[in-house]
């Protein structure tokens, strides 16, 4: 069967041949059948199968290879060619050579490398095989969606190596006279001497000189601003190789602007790093944030509870307008502060919710309540912000935790609202609904309330257990006349619960209440004592509470921070290490430029609204160690801050090369706003393109870019708005794996990949030559036949029958003269 499916093109046909013996009889029938059978074989479209050699032969003379491709192939031994050579050369197009020893025509363009566009030419010669000598690096064009039906050998050769100035970093903003530091970033392909040549407003500075290995390289230099306006840095290196030089040249631009000084409140080692860097910098308390904030950037290292909820919201109207704030480690930073969920931690990059890993339940907190008739003082009253807080707490909880309330007044009226129970979404839900059933009453005793929790805490298996005691007023314990026994020691009482395992906060809220024992609860308890004044805090000091009880948020053990690869950082490997930091969580869409544990970040950065925001989680005061004494500290977060200066331009350009094509975005601000339904376009190497609106104040488009670079325009209507000096790597020397794209284009289309080109030989195939004319032409001539023997037998019968026999004639003519015969009368 299979030999007949080769030898037909449609072999189903043939099943015709079944309907011929159906023909009715005649004459002709022989013919017919003959005529039919003949057409019905051509329809099946008979085929001989011939050995073919064809094979086209594709050559890579961009620029990337030179003339490797084509040394290699001279290797082919004359036999691989086949019965037709041919030969293509490609590198933004491709064309017909008629040698090897021939060069690329000048029109070529070998300055792109277009595999797709070389293999499309060399299908449409209808070729048995394909062979691709190339470093596989195709600077456009999609080559596995251009691959052809026939098979693609593929013989890899290595690039040029290559040295590439990939970028140069230099800060967004700075002001008159201050030394900046700039970062050249170097690729090498091969080890190389280098040298890198800076200049600043065209003025040539110290030349640089460096050994470096193969790979990626950071060179930084120091640069001085000038006068207020735009500061034209630009850096050329020279390596002692032979390469391309197309990408060897960047430059970068900063923005000189009057000096505003930053702001720090709390502290005062940041301040001396930054002094050390050349900012002004104002050292203040929490009172210096009001309106209007005319800082350059704020740094903060204090706890939430220094702050009024107007000043909060203040610091995030700042960052959102285009402000920079940066927050820094300290005993009342991040979840130690109690910054959680407030307005400024979500402009944060970090957020302070930290999963610890501990033995499952890892928490088994229980709060104890006072339910007084005094809590039902203040609008809102004290006890509708204790329920407040108690829910941010359930809130906050995870499933394995275990929660519990009790509220106190006097002896009787002392329970649970709900006892020890998991945070489960239902229980969570019912928990819910018990704490705002709560009902102030009675008097003001703690000690059975306490022994409840205690009692409770002690019978369960958790690796944290916790109380927090909260009350508004004098504790009548051993006093009053609902109290029995002596007046408790309440120090020695939380301590014995702390020999069980059980540690104790507590929280005196407004001016009636008793520090002195809520605080000797504390001290006793190993907990933390907060003073409460501004009974609105109170929802933000339980969730501090929780956060500080129930996650492990100091990592007090020393730390090697890792860099990660960041624009504003030239470190690579381990930093010196600091002695503790506070654990946080880098949201999604913040950066990383260093890390600790399980990739906690240290320090990082991110963008809210139109401003940016930056964490560094260690204390520069305290726990730094030799990373915040390290020489090359200031200059780190002196280029973190200088980032969170900078402020939005009215037209901010932002460029990203991807292949061959360059995608623009501007953001238009004005005091603060956005502007939207502007009719901005772009140009950049002579082509000009109309830019779409593509979110409020955000406008993109997307130009075709040739080389590594130029300047790029952006104007409203007739109006030049921004321009930018767009340094976009050339794709045709982009650090990718050639062989393995060659490798998957050979796999695709059933190819092979050719070690040596010298051993090559394509394996011969059978093309099939089409011969269905000739039944065809037979089926005619059968036809054409039966039409002529047809006519032949037709006209003799026609002669014979126009002269009648004799003996016919005359018996025709004795009937005519014959009298009819009569007929006998009847009997």
């Known amino acids: 069967m299979d030999q007949v499916a080769s030898a037909f093109a449609f072999p189903w046909a043939l099943a015709l041949l079944v309907l011929l013996p159906l023909l009715p009889r005649g004459r002709a029938r022989v013919w017919r059948i003959a005529a039919l059978a003949l057409l019905v074989l051509a329809l099946a479209q008979p085929q001989i199968p011939r050995p073919s050699e064809d094979l086209v032969v594709v050559v890579d003379v961009s620029d990337s290879v030179g003339d490797a491709a084509r040394a290699a192939t001279a290797d082919l031994p004359p036999g691989s060619w086949g019965t037709v050579p041919r030969l293509v050369f490609f590198g933004g197009d491709a064309v017909f050579a008629d040698d090897l020893s021939s060069p690329p025509p000048p029109f070529l363009d070998v300055g792109q490398t277009d595999i797709a566009r070389a293999l499309q030419v060399a299908a449409a010669q209808s070729p048995n095989r394909v062979l691709l000598v190339s470093d596989g690096v195709a600077s456009r064009g999609d080559v596995l969606a251009a691959a052809p039906d026939v098979p693609v050998d593929v013989h ?24 900046l530091e700039a970062v050249a970033v170097v690729e090498l ?40 306006g735009t500061l034209r840095v630009e850096a050329t290196m020279e390596v002692d190789f032979e390469q391309p030089t197309s990408d060897d040249r960047q430059t970068s631009e900063v923005a000189v602007t009057e000096d505003v000084p930053v702001l720090v409140i709390g502290d005062p080692g940041m301040a001396a790093a930054l002094r050390v860097q050349g900012f002004d910098v104002v050292e203040a308390g929490p009172e210096a944030i009001s309106s209007p904030l005319e800082a350059s950037a704020i740094v903060i290292r204090a706890g939430v509870g220094d702050f009024s909820s107007g000043q909060l919201e203040l610091l995030t109207r700042y960052v959102e307008g285009g402000g920079g704030l940066m927050m820094t480690g300290g005993p009342d930073s991040f979840g130690l502060g109690g910054w959680y969920r407030t307005p400024v931690e979500a402009v944060l990059p970090v957020s ?35 329920k407040q807080g108690t829910i941010d707490v359930i809130d906050l909880a995870y499933e394995d935790d275990l929660l519990g309330l009790i509220v106190f007044s006097d002896p009787s009226l002392t329970e649970w609202v709900f006892p020890l129970r998991q945070a489960t979404e239902r ?7 018990a704490t705002l059933s709560i009902q102030p009453q009675g008097g003001t005793i703690l000690l059975p309330g306490y022994g409840m929790a205690v009692e409770a805490l002690e019978a369960v298996d958790a690796s944290i257990k916790h109380i927090v005691v909260l009350s508004d007023g004098i504790l009548y314990d051993g006093a009053g006349p609902f109290s029995s026994g002596p007046t408790p020691d309440w120090y020695r009482v939380a301590a014995d619960a702390r020999a069980a395992g059980i540690t104790t906060s507590a929280i005196a809220i407004g001016d009636g209440a008793d520090p002195s024992q809520l605080g000797a609860i504390a001290r006793g308890g190993g907990g933390r004592f907060y003073e409460a004044y501004d009974v609105t805090t109170l929802p933000r000091i339980f969730t501090t509470e929780a956060l500080a009880a129930s996650r492990d948020l100091l990592r007090d053990e020393v730390t090697y921070p890792e860099a990660r690869r960041h624009p504003l950082s030239s470190l690579t490997g381990s930093a010196p290490p600091v002695d503790a930091y506070i654990a946080t969580t880098l949201k999604r869409e913040a950066e990383a430029i260093l890390v600790g544990r399980d990739d906690e970040p ?64 501007v953001d238009a601000v004005q005091d603060g706003a956005y502007v939207n339904n502007l009719a901005l376009s772009t140009r950049f190497q002579g082509r000009n393109v109309a830019m779409r609106q593509v979110a409020p104040g955000r406008y993109a488009a997307t130009l075709e870019v040739e080389g590594s670079g130029g300047t790029l325009i952006v104007a409203d209507g007739q109006e030049v708005v921004a321009r930018r000096t767009v340094a976009t790597p050339d794709p045709e020397y982009a650090p990718v794996d050639g062989a393995a794209a060659l490798a998957a284009l050979a796999e695709r289309t059933g190819g092979s990949v050719v070690a040596d080109l010298a051993t090559y030989r394509p394996p011969s195939a059978a093309r099939a030559t089409p011969i269905w004319a000739w039944p065809a032409g037979l089926a005619m001539l059968v036809f054409l036949a039966e039409l002529v023997w047809r006519r032949l037998g037709r006209d003799g019968l026609v002669e014979a029958g126009s002269r009648p026999a004799p003996t016919l004639i005359a018996r025709r003519a004795r009937l005519r003269s014959s009298p009819p015969a009569r007929r006998p009368p009847p009997s």
């Open 602 to 665: 240290i320090l990082a950065v991110g963008r809210q609204g139109l401003g940016r925001t930056a964490a560094l989680t260690t204390d520069v005061n305290a726990w730094g160690g030799a990373f915040t004494t390290w020489n090359q500290f200031p200059g780190l977060v002196g280029t973190v801050v200088r980032w969170l200066q900078a402020r939005p331009a009215r037209y901010s350009v932002t460029t990203q090369r991807d292949g061959s094509a360059l995608e623009v975005v």
């Open 156 to 179: 890899h050769v290595p690039p040029r190596p290559n040295a590439r100035l990939a970028a140069l970093l230099t800060p967004d903003q700075a002001t008159p006279g201050e030394t």
């Open 427 to 433: 229980g969570k839900r019912e928990m819910y609904e």
């Open 352 to 386: 302070s919710d930290v999963r610890t890993e501990v033995t499952i339940p890892q928490v088994a907190m229980v709060i104890v309540l006072d339910k007084s008739m005094s809590m039902v003082a203040g609008n809102p009253s004290r006890i509708d912000l204790a």
């Open 189 to 228: 392909d091969r080890a190389a001497e280098v040298v890198l040549r800076p200049s600043v407003d065209g003025v040539a500075t110290a030349t640089l000189r460096r050994s470096l290995a193969a790979g990626r390289h950071a060179i930084p230099f120091d640069v001085v601003s000038g006068d207020v």
